[in-house]
Nanobody, 122 residues
């Protein structure tokens, strides 16, 4: 069983940066794919980025260049650095984990955090 706890969300202005963290329990964190999804009000949850256990990363095409995913396996923590934030980035951001290959499909993830709110004002 893996428990995930996100932190780092908040209210920022357009152009600001935020760094989200996702702390994970469990002794096999380094083998898990860690992913970030987000859900804006009235919209479906969408893929943001992922980091696999062997160091590969993947990003939603629209977010490449502004968002960076990383991980610290020694600290069992994944990160999402978000730069030049825009009002359309406003959403609840979730981290998720699965054992195995990376996937952009949320239903393939077994473990989810509670989410952290990111609000970007114009």
């Amino acid at each position: 069983q893996v428990q995930l706890v996100e932190s780092g969300g908040g209210l920022v202005q357009a152009g600001d940066s935020l760094r989200l963290s996702c702390a994970a329990s469990g002794r096999t964190f380094s083998t898990y794919t860690m992913a970030w999804f987000r859900q804006a009000p009235g919209k479906e949850r969408e893929f943001v980025a992922l980091s696999t256990g062997n160091g590969n990363t993947d990003y939603a095409n629209s977010l490449k260049g502004r968002f960076t995913v990383s991980r610290d396996n020694a600290e069992n923590t994944a990160f999402l650095q978000m730069n030049n934030l825009k009002p359309e980035d406003t959403a609840v951001y979730y981290c998720a984990a699965r054992s195995g290959w990376g996937s952009r499909v949320d239903t393939r993830y077994d473990y989810w955090g509670q989410g952290t709110q990111v609000t970007v004002s114009s």
